[in-house]
């Protein structure tokens, strides 16, 4: 899919998955006070915020303009709680992520994960609920290759509903068993208040 020069022109100097992290970073968060959103990069771009999903196909965009394939990733939990979606790239053999948050967990990951499923995992202790500390992380995607959709994800005005619906209804990978989710151990006080720190304020 081309990408317009003006998008181009913002990305094309994110020459490492570090430096598209650093960017994604640098957009205050979409705190969709208007309604839901599911914007295309040049509507994020534009708007200047992104959520984890418009973050995760801006830092694609910036990956294809590198050569690499846009791959994102879906991490699914259990409600109340809310998915996670972040890009995926590679460094040799091994695996890392971009991700868009506001919180101090659910971050960026170094390319020094085996595999997918390692790497997915590496986010299983920092997923849980604020009130009761209940841990949520139950499943992954396999990776969802954006270049092989046909929805516009880099240039549509439309709300990409039905592209996060796609990724939402992709094949996905069981993290644990039953016993294993029964057995699940509550984060401390300690680690549920560091959730307090917010990166951008509503």
């Known amino acids: 899919m081309n990408i317009p020069r003006e998008i181009g022109g913002q990305l094309s100097k994110l020459r490492t998955p570090a430096k598209i992290q650093d960017f994604v970073n ?17 509507e994020s771009l534009k708007a200047g915020e992104a959520h984890c999903f418009e973050g995760a196909l801006i830092a694609a965009a910036a990956l294809q ?29 091994y695996w890392g992520a971009i991700s868009k948050t506001n919180h101090a967990v659910l971050r960026y990951r170094e390319p020094v994960y085996k595999s997918i ?4 995992m590496s986010y299983f202790h920092e997923y849980f609920l604020y009130e009761n500390g209940k841990k949520t992380l139950r499943s992954y995607s396999k990776p969802f290759d954006l270049s092989k959709q046909k929805i516009d994800w880099i240039n549509s005005k439309e709300n990409l509903a039905d ?13 644990l068993t039953p016993k294993q989710i029964k057995n699940l151990r509550k984060a401390d006080k300690i ?7 917010e990166e951008y304020r509503s």
């Open 191 to 197: 680690e549920r208040e560091s959730l307090d720190t």
């Open 26 to 42: 640098s957009l205050p968060f979409n705190f969709e006070k208007r309604g839901e959103t599911h914007r295309s990069v040049a």
């Open 65 to 93: 303009m590198q050569g690499r394939p846009p791959l994102i990733l879906d991490l699914k939990t259990a409600r109340p709680d809310f998915d996670h979606v972040v890009t995926l790239f590679k460094e040799g053999k």
């Open 117 to 120: 499923r390692e790497l997915a």
């Open 163 to 175: 592209l996060a619906h796609k990724l939402d209804k992709s094949p996905h990978i069981n993290m």
